[in-house]
């Protein structure tokens, strides 16, 4: 990982992030490649009773996940 002021270590950690997109800026192909993967991801998520369920899961597993500044080695 880049480690500068401009880039945030661990985004993931302060919003929820689906994929991710190599590149600055991405070429055409890694941006074409990230939204079919982002069409199959949500092709394949639960819908209903289930999709509340893991909603609530996810929430709280981002929750219980360590803090971005605990982690060693991101922001150093």
């Known amino acids: ?4 002021y401009a880039i945030v270590q661990g985004v993931d950690h302060i919003v929820p992030v689906d ?5 600055c800026p991405p070429r055409p192909e890694a941006l074409m490649d990230a939204i079919l993967k982002l069409h199959e991801h949500i092709g394949s998520e639960k819908l209903g009773v289930n999709r509340e369920q ?3 899961e996810v929430e709280a597993a981002a929750l219980a996940a ?3 500044h605990q982690l060693k080695g991101l922001l150093a």
Do not use: A
Request: proline share 13%; no cysteine.
């Open 19 to 23: 994929i991710y997109l190599p590149g």
């Open 54 to 56: 893991i909603i609530r």
């Open 1 to 4: 990982m880049f480690n500068n």
């Open 66 to 68: 360590k803090p971005t």
